[in-house]
């Protein structure tokens, strides 16, 4: 999905021969769901968002 926003071409590469530090991964908001949070956004629109201010923002992020 981010390569599809961003307009990433390339190819991605995993090194399976090196862990990660994390055994076991899942995506969930269920036990935020729980507690009554939902989100307010949809995923893709946040990505979307998040990469049209970073592009906005790059050059006096470089600079910091």
């Not at 399976?16 to 956004?41: E, N, R, V």
Request: some cysteine.
């Amino acid at each position: 999905m981010i390569c599809e926003i961003t307009g990433f071409k390339g190819q991605i590469v995993h090194d399976l021969s090196k862990p990660d530090g994390t055994y076991h991964k899942l995506m969930s908001a269920q036990k935020l769901s729980d507690m009554g949070w939902s989100p307010s956004i949809f995923l893709r629109d946040g990505i979307r968002k998040i990469y049209g201010w970073f592009l906005q923002n790059a050059s006096q992020l470089m600079t910091a």
